[in-house]
């Protein structure tokens, strides 16, 4: 009973002293950065973003590199609020390198804030990807469908057609909700119809419908439908 007595009170203690972290001075903060209990560390990063100071900024990019999963999380979750502060290059590393998924899936998420070329060809080279795993990728397709545009939307278009199911569909629901009747869409849509995944071809099928209602299935540009095909 004594022993079960200490204990509680051990835990007590840790979890004051982690609470007191959030109204420390960050000059004491920076101090449990390199603290051995990485649930020190990611308080102490939690903490720090919350003065949005671009002389933490360095601090939490080396974060990114901790040995701990959910500490280089918290960092890169952490570096979507210093937009301008950090480049978005640090968090295009994370997404396409870090050996945890979760981490990467993180690295999406801090992304859709940063919205120049680089990001979303980084963002759509991972939707395609063969070897990411398959929430992250649509996590990355969900990311591009929040952008407007016709380069986006061509690029909602391709992911129909490549990839795994699971994408291919993300992509035709964000091609869903965007107002786009352009021949390409129709095009893509069209090649979708055929996919071997019957969810897919169900897909493009009612959502060419709802686009292109009155237009001949049958042949459209490059797109040419089997006579099977009937809408």
């Not at 004051?16 to 020190?40: C, G, M, Q, T, W």
């Not at 990728?137 to 391709?158: R, W």
Request: net charge neutral.
């Amino acid at each position: 009973m004594a022993n079960r007595n200490q204990e509680d009170k051990r835990d007590r203690g840790y979890e004051r002293f982690i609470s007191s972290l959030n109204n420390a001075p960050k000059s004491h903060v920076l101090k449990y950065i390199h603290h051995i209990d990485p649930e020190v560390r990611r308080q102490a990063i939690n903490t720090l973003a919350l003065s949005r100071g671009p002389d933490v900024v360095n601090v939490l990019v080396a974060a990114t590199g901790d040995p701990i999963w959910s500490v280089r999380l918290t960092a890169v979750l952490a570096l979507k609020y210093f937009e301008g502060m950090v480049e978005s290059v640090t968090l295009i590393h994370v997404m396409q390198n870090d050996s945890n998924s979760v981490v990467r899936h993180g690295s999406v998420e801090a992304l859709k804030a940063r919205y120049d070329d680089e990001v979303v060809f980084s963002l759509f080279k991972v939707a395609g990807s063969v070897n990411e795993e398959t929430w992250v990728k649509c996590e990355a397709v969900k990311a591009i469908s929040l952008l407007q545009g016709k380069d986006y939307t061509k690029m909602l278009c391709m992911l129909t057609v490549t990839g795994c199911v699971d994408v291919r569909m993300a992509a035709l629901s964000a091609i869903a909700c965007r107002n786009d009747e352009a021949d390409f869409t129709i095009r893509y849509l069209l090649s979708a119809i055929e996919d071997p995944d019957i969810v897919v071809s169900s897909m493009a099928h009612e959502i060419l419908q709802k686009k292109a209602p009155h237009v001949n299935f049958f042949q459209i540009g490059s797109g040419v439908l089997k006579a099977g095909h009937r809408l």
